[in-house]
């Protein structure tokens, strides 16, 4: 069921239907966007020890799991440890000031329209079980969801596929059957390795960073459900 840019009838003004018998969602700039406050906490942890940044940088952390982030850059930081940082970095959500969290548009109902029409659903996420929970709670979508995948539930985070292959198992679908929803390379890569369909949310970084994904949507109001069931992409490519 996978599809690749340029397969299915075309989208035209009525969008194009992609079949599932699954759908899973990545949850950080996918269901909500809390990307512009994780990287002000970033930025943070940066700073505090002097060690310097820009926004490139901070913004090829996003899908990613922050542990393995600082292991690969522990070398900025001497004398520090990956779980030490990792600690720090989290401990910067309770300052004040922080950009608010927000539903990216069209998400919560979209889940509550794919629970409607009795499709199974995941979140795989880079974030930790408590983090998870948490967000989802707040979103009011955690009892209509199957699956929660989150960091700790994975031995290799994105982009390797191991957190959607565990969803897809433990939904009983085959990756090829379930659409998968991303905002960021490394979330895309992970999906596609699955060998899931990819549709990408533009919300974290541009549609051209997407490039990888099957469909790119600004947001989730450009997703519908239709009966099959099916959704209904509209809007990018």
């Known amino acids: 069921m996978a599809l690749t840019p340029g397969d299915g009838p075309g989208r035209g003004p009525d969008g194009e239907e992609l079949p599932l018998r699954a759908a ?3 949850l950080d700039g996918t269901l909500i966007d809390t990307e512009p406050r994780n990287r002000v906490m970033w930025a943070r942890l940066f700073a ?14 996003a ?6 982030v600082l292991a690969e850059l522990l070398h900025l930081f001497p004398g520090g440890t990956v779980e030490e940082l990792f600690e720090q970095v989290l401990s910067y959500g309770t300052d004040p000031g922080l950009p608010p969290d927000a539903p990216v548009p069209g998400a919560v109902e979209l889940v509550r329209s794919l629970h409607e029409a009795g499709v199974p659903l995941a979140v795989v996420t880079s974030g930790l079980r408590p983090y998870a929970e948490g967000l989802l709670g707040g979103l ?28 897809a198992g433990a939904l009983g679908v085959p990756p090829a ?3 998968a929803f ?6 895309v890569a992970a999906v596609k ?11 974290t970084l541009p549609a051209g960073a997407l490039s990888a994904a099957d469909r ?9 459900v239709v009966p099959g069931p099916a959704l209904r992409v509209f809007g990018g490519r």
């Open 63 to 68: 899908g990613r799991r922050g542990a393995e």
């Open 216 to 224: 790119v949507v600004a947001d989730l109001k450009e997703v519908n």
């Open 193 to 203: 390795a699955a060998g899931m369909t990819c549709v990408a949310v533009a919300t």
């Open 140 to 167: 009011g979508v955690r009892s209509l969801l199957d699956v929660v995948v989150t960091a700790g539930d994975v031995a290799v985070g994105k982009p390797h596929p191991e957190g959607y292959l565990a969803a």
């Open 177 to 179: 059957e379930a659409v």
């Open 24 to 26: 899973v969602f990545d």
């Open 48 to 61: 505090a020890h002097g060690v310097p940044w820009d926004e490139e940088l901070i913004a090829s952390f």
């Open 182 to 187: 991303e905002d960021a390379p490394a979330g």
